[in-house]
């Protein structure tokens, strides 16, 4: 059993940025691979990032190219995303995700691969 809590949302001017934070119980955290998702009032939950188990390779949609950076500090059993440049579009509730596979993107984008998820966190931008 796996809990995840995000941490770091709020609310943040067009152009700035926050960083969100997921933290993980238990010992297995490297076993996981990590996912974020994010979920816009009226609108389906929407893929933004996923990463490996130790880091090595990264997906992102493409709305989070270029503008969000997705790592991980296994030692610390956190997961982060590095929000740049944020648009009012981008407010929506975050979550963050944990699975055991790790596939292409078309796979990772699937909120089914995910075994555990957080409980979410707001980021709001303000135009």
């Known amino acids: 059993q796996v809990q995840l809590v995000e941490s770091g949302g709020g609310l943040v001017q067009s152009g700035g940025s926050l960083r969100l934070s997921c933290a993980a119980s238990?010992?297995?955290?490297?076993?996981?691979?990590m996912g974020w998702f994010r979920q816009a009032p009226g609108k389906e939950r929407e893929f933004v990032g996923a990463?490996?188990?130790?880091?090595?390779?990264?997906y992102y949609a493409d709305s989070a190219k270029g503008r969000f950076t997705i790592s991980r500090d296994n030692a610390k059993n956190t997961v982060y995303l590095q929000m740049n440049s944020l648009k009012p579009e981008d407010t929506a509730v975050y979550y963050c995700?944990?699975?055991?596979?790790?596939?292409?993107?078309?796979?990772?984008?699937?909120?089914?691969?995910?075994?555990?998820w957080g409980q979410g966190t707001q980021v709001t931008v303000s135009s």
């Open positions: 238990g010992r297995t955290f490297s076993m996981y691979v």
């Open positions: 990463i490996s188990w130790h880091g090595v390779s990264t």
């Open positions: 995700a944990a699975g055991r596979l790790w596939g292409a993107i078309a796979t990772m984008s699937s909120g089914s691969v995910y075994d555990y």
